[in-house]
T-cell receptor, first 114, second 112 residues
């Protein structure tokens, strides 16, 4: 069974440019999460989806970040325009049970903004 | 507000040692606690999930315990190997569902 798949693994852009990250969760997992991980820290939640609905986006900086999960499967996280402080690893995770289920993470997308 | 602390921040041990990683959390009203491993430049790999009704979980050389009342969990690694070198993170849910709050991790180095 395939795990959580993310792309691209690495992205280098100049500030003010847009960038998008893609995530394909484990088959059958209705809950999808995007986390942000800064160097030397634990991940922090950006947004959680139940199927196609964003049920918790309270920590997503909505002025420049957006996300979508059309059809309740794949998801895309976009930043426009990117700032220097956005340099981090963006992790996608999925779970079969949003209440008590185990989370499974992808390899992450490492963003460097110059 | 749930806060998670991991001690020590870094640990270097010779191969073969048994070791304990500590995790503490401020809000004991949790459904479960999860331990992850993260290799450099990689994502998180789930190691153990302990439900709130359980006291411990074991997987191979790993044993995780949970004491909700004191807000603590420990990850015990037996007979450490160089391949165990990684960062170990614990996480607990917050906000009434599985929104994980992570500690900053313990960076483990096992040298031959």
């Amino acid at each position: 069974e395939a795990g959580v798949v993310q792309s691209p693994r690495y992205k280098i852009i100049e500030k003010k440019q847009p960038v998008a990250f893609w995530c394909n969760p484990i088959s059958g997992h209705n809950t999808l999460y995007w986390y942000l991980q800064n160097l030397g820290q634990g991940p922090e939640l950006l947004i959680r989806y139940e199927n196609e609905e964003a049920v918790d986006d309270s920590q997503l900086p909505k002025d420049r970040f957006s996300a979508e999960r059309l059809k309740g499967v794949d998801s895309t996280l976009k930043i426009q325009p990117a700032e220097l402080g956005d340099s981090a690893v963006y992790l996608c995770a999925s779970s079969g049970d949003s209440l008590t289920g185990e989370l499974f993470f992808g390899e992450g997308s490492r963003l460097t903004v110059l | 507000k749930q806060e998670v602390t991991q001690i020590p921040a870094a640990l270097s041990v010779p191969e073969g040692e048994n070791l304990v990683l500590n995790c503490s959390f401020t809000d004991s009203a949790i459904y479960n606690l999860q331990w992850f491993r993260q290799d450099p430049g990689k994502g998180l790999t789930s190691l153990l999930l302990i439900q709130s009704s359980q006291r411990e979980q074991t997987s191979g050389r790993l044993n995780a315990s949970l004491d909700k009342s004191s807000g603590r969990s420990t990850l015990y690694i037996a007979a450490s190997q160089p391949g165990d070198s990684a960062t170990y993170l614990c996480a607990v849910p917050s906000g009434g569902y599985n929104k994980l709050i992570f500690g900053a991790g313990t960076r483990l180095a096992v040298h031959p």
